[in-house]
């Protein structure tokens, strides 16, 4: 490895939960993180307002998830649009039922606090202005508050949103368009605040929905058919919110102070590319779309948790050809279908015809019915992304997806759970077979790969050997028994086996293994 301290350093411009999130994962994996951020301190106002139950449990594997859990609101019905009738989040397969209400505020605070404690330099009032780069490394010129100064890193990440500097600089376009409607979000103080922690409405006029912040502020989402047109500088004041408020939400909630509110336009946009040489671009600054759902924060955490191994490898000399492109393999085709069905919902909620008017309607109507919800949750919840396998791979049907926590019997001396053996971000193989056959392959990969010999628990009817990667997706699933195509999977993502003897197959069956936790 070369000398120069920044051949082993990656610089993440941005601290917003991105860029927090990355700094986490890169820190943990012992790479040099050194983080950029503008603005001189934390802004107190909060663009997103939750934790879905999938970005829950990414934090779960890396044993993060506590601080957040304690600090928000769990919240399990999710208010439809009417005042009665809610999707029920404890349909869920997962050990987050429920939506976390917690500012982004305190997300970025927990985030950067965990960031600081696994090693990550945190540099405020540090305004990226230039950017070059060549075949070993980045420079980057960066205005302090005193002086301007260059640095030099392995590698950069912008995760410094919509407008990213770094994606300027980068040359890399940011196709779209803007919508000309705008909507509102206010911060105010309610003298009369609605009974359930979230709520919302729907009427032909628009939506309203409350969320709860700090010291009795509520957030205000308005989307107002009758005032979509007004310039987004024209302030919004009290009596235009109590006027919205009372015409779609059907009450007075009492709007008093408005403690920070926006009139804006939502664009819907995707980096024409997601890396460019030695750049990378992740969370707003790779795309952004309307706040529908707040969406916005979980595709970041996620950019985040699939870059940040693949990053660490490649920084670490141990990456496999063509690991870092997979990020943009897998994450793109994720934000386009997310701007599709953002976009579709928007137009749906904006059109004033009597087709839509009555669409909204029955669309209610269905969604009260259980079993028709659990689509829907499971989408919003996160847990429905699957990657798609290499072209050509032979990986098994659970390749890809995203595995719900469960016990891990046989796995040592007491009960673990999955999400547990995940927490050092290294591949983890479960095989649950008598034999141990996957077990004594992917015994060539002894570091990279921790191999668990156990029965998951619960419900769930799994192949009998797994190959997870560190950001907690199936690499490959198939008959412990006969593990073809597993090394091929190692190959893949994990790289060339280490040399050592050939692994003999363990002695161990799973029937002690059971015998010894019974």
Known sequence: MSADPSAATVTVIGAGPTGLALACELAAAGVHCRVLEKRPRRVAWSRAMGLEPRTLEMFDMRGMAEPFVDRGRPWRLQPLG???????????????????????????????????????EIVRDAELTGLTQDDTGVTLEVRGPDRRRTERAAYVVGCDGVRSRVRELSGIGFTGRSYRESLVVADVRLTAPPAALVDARIAPRGLVAVFPLDDGVFRLVVLDRDRMRLPVEQPVTPEELTDSVLAVFGEDLGVGEVVWASRFRSDQRLADRYREGRVLLAGDAAHTHLPSGGQ???????????????????????????????????????????????????????????????????????MRVRPLQRPLIDDLAGLTLRYRPASGATTGRMTGRRLPDTPLYGAGPSVTRLYEQLRDQRFLLVDQSPDGRAAAVAG??????????????????????LLLRPDGHVAWSGDGARPEGLRAALHTWVGEAPQRPEPRLPERTMDDAMEETA
């Open 82 to 120: 009417d005042r009665a009738h809610h999707l029920d989040y404890a349909l869920l397969d997962t050990s987050f039922p429920y939506v976390l209400i917690l500012s982004q505020h305190h997300t970025e605070e927990l985030l950067e606090k965990r960031a600081v404690e696994l090693g990550a």
């Open 296 to 366: 916005g924060l979980q595709m970041g955490i996620q950019d985040a948790f699939n870059l940040g191994w693949k990053l660490a490898a490649e920084v670490q000399g141990r990456a496999p050809a063509a690991l870092l492109d997979s990020y943009e393999a897998e994450r793109a085709p994720v934000a386009r279908r997310v701007l599709r069905q953002t976009d579709r919902a928007f137009r749906f909620e904006t059109s004033r015809s009597a087709l839509a008017n009555a669409a909204r309607w029955a669309g209610m109507r269905l």
């Open 444 to 465: 060539h990969w002894a570091g990279p790969v921790r191999t668990v010999r156990a029965v998951a628990g619960g419900r769930h009817r799994w192949p009998t050997a």
